[in-house]
């Protein structure tokens, strides 16, 4: 055996075995198709491929050249065509464009230029029918089994071949430059298997499918124009009928657009500013700024960084060094509930139910198409918000990974700090949009004031009023001895503040239930006021200007709810087993972590917000995060009793959890 070192080689020049070079091809594809796995990414390729057809053609400067594409979804044949009168393809290029990473697009001027979609349509599904017509070369075939042969590991399957076959799609053979590919979907492990699950079976409705999920929904922001180009949509029920609809510019659903009274909030602040100087009162907006079902506005990264806009994200250096490079620009839609969504969808375009197009989320974009799934907008405070914002960020200079699978983390992270940013700064005014949900049903109104009314009169009628001099001897101390483990420990622990007198002026009428409600109560404070006022002797007391010309101060009877956490209430509210209407105080020993789902809290535990506590004792007050009106008091139990032992200690614990947070 010779020592000898062997002769230098090129490993890319070698010709390898063609088996091998088979079996490399095939993990190749198959990895290819594992990164596609979103419903709509059939279409995505197929409408992708024909709008950069039509624009490479478009740059050739055709006077007479009129860009269309012609789409067929047979829902009764499981098959969608689509033809372009595009450039066409070269011999060459016909026959090596299906190949893995194989592309003849310029990067930077199409849609895609991976060259992994071809071999997506051929290898993904087990029919692709390709034609093609270009100069003096025209050529159509079908690939078959090409899903099998990838997925086949006992190689009994054949290396599919694309076989001569005559053009089915009928505007391929009146045109006479272009390209048409058809998919039927047949065989095991496909996606989409059923063109009828999305529950959409007419033109119009397909339409507003497509221009949300695919690239006929062209993302252009911020004064950027979508190139004209006719898009023709015929739609083939299961039942044989067929309806077209025909649309001259392939742009997004974008929900402004297809949802009545809403307003750009960029003309409602160049108003408010104009009001401002002309000192008008501010508070109360033109009427097509009130109760609408929508706010929207869009800028640029630029603008966002300059400060030219009301989004204010905490960006770092290098984050809007990152915002500027990569050519950002946002839009965003808040709606006044999520009811919005669903009657949209339910309702207006009749789709699968629970299935949605428009909906909360950030939406990532780039080349002018949506690339993937809307993703969650990371709110930390407020986060029913999340769910109300439907945020498009639209990158000019990112690239996403193999197929559409998403972007680089750095790229996500930045995007969803501007999301974050934007809903806070569109949260800010809620207020002009119509409330959600309304009054509730009126039998059930009647109720509830039918056992306030009866819990009143009974108090009227069978008074309890003990007094007497020497019969009640405060010991400075609770008798109850360990911290509460369930509910009706807090209800025990709370009574005896109140018959200590650590909680003043708080009347119970009643602990009967109403339905789900624990009980009933009045604010009732007499003469002489001292004992109810702060002071350093009296640190949960009300400040002395509630009492101002006052000779008593007493509430109508209101509803209390005692809860171990807060938390309960919070499930029981999202739930619609109560309603936050109905509560007036929680009694509750610990506030839980779930009230920024639906709430933002002051505390009256720092000394900044004392002033605003009306009931003696009260430790918070709960407000609705969406429009910022008061929903109901609280008395924290744990809360109180860590105040009363170290005051410092717990206004500083207080301010760090109910800071007012700038997502």
Known sequence: MSNSAPNSWDPLATQPDPEILIASQRREIRNILKSYTGYYDLFSELIQNALDAVEKRSSESEDTYDPTIWITIDLSRNRIAITDNGCGMSE????????????????????????????????GFNYLEVATKFEEYSYSGVLKRGREWVEDTSDTVARPKVEFAKPSHEPFNNIARGTSMVVRLDGLGIRPRDLSWVGADDAETWLAVLRCTTPLG???????????????????????????????????????????????????????????ERGLDVSKPPAKFRSLHGLWGEWTGKDIIERKSPINPRLEESEEKLVQELGISLRIFLAFSTDLWDTYNDNKLGLRKGHRLLRGGLQLCTRHMPQGLPITIPMTNNIGFQNLAHVLIHFENAEPDLGRKGFQPDVVRVAEKLSVSAVTAFRRHYALLRKPGGAKAYDDELRLDEWKKEQEKHAENFPLLITGAGLFMPTEE???RSEPIVEQDVVALFNQMLSSGLVRGLQLISSSQYKQYDGLYRISMNKPFEKYILSKENPLGIDEEHFIDKDKLETIVKVLEYKFSVDGLIEELRSEVKAVEDVDLVIAWEIGGKWNQMFDVISYLDEDNVHHRTIHGATHSFTHSMTGAHAFEAIILKDLISFLEDPKNEQEKQRNIYMDHDD
């Open 92 to 123: 060459p290029q016909f026959r090596q464009f299906l190949r893995p990473n194989f592309s003849f697009k310029k990067e930077g001027d199409t849609r895609g230029n991976k060259g992994v979609g071809a071999t997506y349509l051929a290898y």
């Open 218 to 276: 062209g993302i252009y922001l911020c004064e950027s124009k979508a190139r004209q180009v006719t898009i023709k949509l015929s739609v083939i029920n299961v039942d044989g009928t067929s309806s077209q609809v025909e649309s001259n510019t392939p742009e997004y659903l974008y929900p402004n657009e297809v949802i009545n009274r809403v307003a750009d909030l960029r003309e409602y602040l160049a108003d408010r500013t104009k009001r401002v």
């Open 478 to 480: 609770l008798p109850i």
